[in-house]
T-cell receptor
Framework: EDQVTQSPEALRLQEGESSSLNCSYTVSGLRGLFWYRQDPGKGPEFLFTLYSAGEEKEKERLKATLTKKESFLHITAPKPEDSATYLCAVQAQETSGSRLTFGEGTQLTVNP | GAGVSQSPSNKVTEKGKDVELRCDPISGHTALYWYRQSLGQGLEFLIYFQGNSAPDKSGLPSDRFSAERTGGSVSTLTIQRTQQEDSAVYLC?????????????FGSGTRLTVV
């Protein structure tokens, strides 16, 4: 069974204080790893897809990296508007284009 | 439309009643997904539609849950004889192609409360 574990559950940072969120996964053949951002009362918003170990993707202050067992979401010099819940999800090779398995998320708060 | 539209945004129902949740995906998106998000839990896959193919219903938790997609566009998720454990946010998403490679676009969800 595919599993995704995110840590920490909650993270509080000061504006400008860089940090990383972790996503550990177990999947029988990774087809893709996804990062989403979710604001309160909204649906998740797509950030990145990573396909293979060693891959990195960046968007503004966010950089996602992938190894064979985990992914990190690095947040450089965060701003209060980066406050949100960040969700990680995996898709296994045998799922033929359907389900994603999500972690429970990391709730990030950036204080001004 | 510009995004995925879900209605109603909130629904309170009595235990044992049936409810229907609606999803209007982005025009042209062939793939449509339903997920459920319960408090303190990750998103749980329910069902997936891709074009005219038979839907992947493997995530539906019981036979009280069903979904249909008419004309390859609007989808309705129906929960019969609702139970308190059905209380959750039901999220719909759509994408251009199956597999979500370009990222799903989620709606804002329907918050269902069963009392």
């Amino acid at each position: 069974e595919d599993q995704v574990t995110q840590s920490p559950e909650a993270l509080r940072l000061q504006e400008g204080e860089s940090s990383s969120l972790n996503c550990s996964y177990t999947v029988s053949g990774l087809r893709g790893l996804f990062w989403y951002r979710q604001d309160p009362g909204k649906g998740p918003e797509f950030l990145f897809t990573l396909y293979s170990a060693g891959e990195e993707k960046e968007k503004e202050r966010l950089k996602a990296t992938l190894t064979k067992k985990e992914s990190f979401l690095h947040i450089t010099a965060p701003k209060p508007e980066d406050s949100a819940t960040y969700l990680c999800a995996v898709q296994a090779q045998e799922t033929s284009g359907s389900r994603l398995t999500f972690g429970e998320g990391t709730q990030l708060t950036v204080n001004p | 439309g510009a995004g995925v539209s879900q209605s109603p945004s909130n629904k309170v129902t009595e235990k044992g009643k049936d409810v229907e949740l609606r999803c209007d995906p982005i025009s042209g998106h062939t793939a449509l997904y339903w997920y459920r998000q319960s408090l303190g839990q990750g998103l749980e896959f329910l069902i997936y539609f891709q074009g005219n193919s038979a839907p992947d219903k493997s995530g539906l938790p019981s036979d009280r849950f069903s979904a249909e997609r008419t004309g390859g566009s609007v989808s309705t998720l129906t929960i019969q004889r609702t139970q308190q454990e059905d209380s959750a946010v039901y999220l719909c998403a759509s994408s251009l192609v199956g597999g979500g490679w370009y990222g799903y676009t989620f709606g804002s969800g329907t918050r269902l409360t069963v009392v």
